[in-house]
């Protein structure tokens, strides 16, 4: 079998609470291969931010490992966790995050400028894909909020990640825009052969996944 591209085992994470330790994650474990697509599911509050902030090294975990492309995720210090997010992993947001001051063009650009790949062939192709060609001098508060997250996604694969976080990507959106966009994502990701990790409420999404996963109490149900 192949070396997967993620391997996740036995991670634990708690917050601080009132009367202690809260415990968020609980022995969590599974892996997940390059080009292929995984569903995370499960109530608000089981764990499932937590989870894709420690993958994405913007958390670090109490026990157990993440084993992404080979480096120990948590044996990196803050400068390489910043570099693992800049070259190897990259995270759409609900909130779409993108960079007011900036214009459709640089937005898209910007990651993969960080990354010091950008390929401007590659990031017009984007823009034509994704429908953002006509938009490429607007900034962020000109845009409708599905034009928005098309501009997020655009900017997370210019990098080229090996890996894509999703957290709940059309969350903030209506459910026809929400479909479109899904629809370009999943496109997009395969094209370029990154493995994508998507936290998601919606049954719909979930079911366009290769696998799913169900996290119940801080543990895979």
């Known amino acids: 079998m192949p070396t997967p591209l993620l391997s996740v085992s036995n991670l634990s994470k708690s917050f601080p609470g009132a009367d202690g330790p809260v415990p968020v994650l609980r022995g969590v474990g599974f892996e997940l291969g390059a080009g292929h697509t995984l569903a995370l599911t499960g109530e608000s509050g089981s764990g499932k931010s937590t989870l894709l902030h420690v993958v994405g090294g913007l958390d670090t975990p109490d026990e157990g490992r993440v084993v992404l492309d080979g ?6 210090d803050d400068a390489g966790r910043a570099r693992l997010r800049r070259e190897t992993v990259s995270v759409v947001f609900q909130q779409f995050n993108l960079i007011p001051s900036l214009d459709v063009g640089r937005n898209i650009a910007f990651q993969a400028r ?3 790949r950008h390929d401007p062939d590659w990031a017009a192709r984007l823009a034509e894909r994704l429908g953002l060609t006509a938009h490429l001098a607007k900034y962020p ?9 098309r501009v997020a996604i655009g900017r997370t694969l210019a990098a080229r990640p090996r890996l894509v976080l999703a957290d709940e990507p059309t969350g903030n959106l209506d459910e026809t825009t929400g479909a479109q966009v899904l629809e370009l994502m999943l496109g997009l990701v395969a094209e370029t052969g990154a493995a ?3 936290v998601t409420h919606s049954a719909d999404l979930a079911s366009r996944m290769e696998r799913r996963l169900h996290l119940a109490g801080g543990r895979i149900a």
């Open 141 to 149: 508060e000109q845009l409708s909020g599905g034009q928005q997250q």
């Open 114 to 116: 960080l990354a010091g």
């Open 196 to 198: 994508l990790l998507c």
């Open 71 to 76: 480096t120990d995720v948590g044996a990196l």
